[in-house]
């Protein structure tokens, strides 16, 4: 009894601050085929998974038609200080309330999503590592790099199947802005990676070894 008494008196023991990996690439690069089945291979409740793209900023303040002319691949088209908050926030233990983004309207919805710490944070964008603030809270940075014919296909597909637009549309945006942002932003942030994954989600050696390092974090 004495002995059972002690150990219910002990201080609950604290529970560590959530490790942090950020999961980068070029548009159809397979980076979020890597954070899904990264997502997948951990136990169910010690992992949540955040995306870039949720923290578009909600265009009200522009018609429309304008909306259709901003530049959505440079950085500034995101809102990165609330997504460096919300890191902040599951570092100090408060859940957080994720946007919802509608790539129809190019406004956010009203719904969000309440996102629990855990022990791995998987967080998941193009542009991630181009914010300094961002890196910072990153405890391991991913580059997945894939094919530029590759890359280009799968979205075409994507856009088409998954966001209703017309190829000219998808070709338009390539040429003006989606090229040019990758070369000018995306590909230079892989100077910011601890790993390199060629061949994305299909890296099967690649993702058996990062999942067993955040498997190590969550029993640890």
Request: proline content about 5%; hydrophobic content about 40%.
């Amino acid at each position: 009894m004495t002995m059972s008494n002690q150990v219910d008196n002990q201080p609950a023991r604290p529970q560590p601050a959530p490790y942090f990996v950020g999961v980068v690439g070029g548009t159809g690069s397979g980076k979020t085929t890597v954070a899904r089945r990264l997502f997948e291979a951990l136990p169910a409740g010690s992992v949540a998974l955040l995306q870039h793209d949720s923290y578009y900023r909600s265009r009200t303040d522009l018609a429309p038609e304008a909306r259709e002319e901003v530049n959505y691949d440079h950085p500034d088209s995101l809102e990165s200080d609330l997504l460096v908050f919300h890191i902040d926030s599951l570092k100090a233990g408060t859940a957080i309330e994720v946007p919802s983004y509608d790539f129809g309207t190019h406004l956010r919805r009203k719904a969000t999503t309440l996102v629990q710490p855990t022990r791995i944070v998987l967080v998941e964008g193009i542009l991630l590592f181009t914010n300094a603030k961002l890196r910072e809270r990153l405890d391991l940075k991913i580059f997945v790099q894939t094919e530029a014919d590759i890359r280009v296909l799968r979205r075409i597909s994507r856009d088409m199947e998954e966001r209703g637009r017309t190829f000219e549309q998808i070709r338009d945006q390539y040429y003006d802005t989606v090229r040019p942002m990758h070369e000018q932003f995306v590909e230079p942030s892989k100077h910011w990676a601890d790993v390199i994954i060629p061949q994305g989600g299909y890296n099967r050696v690649a993702l058996e070894l990062i999942a067993a390092k955040l498997l190590d974090h969550v029993r640890a």
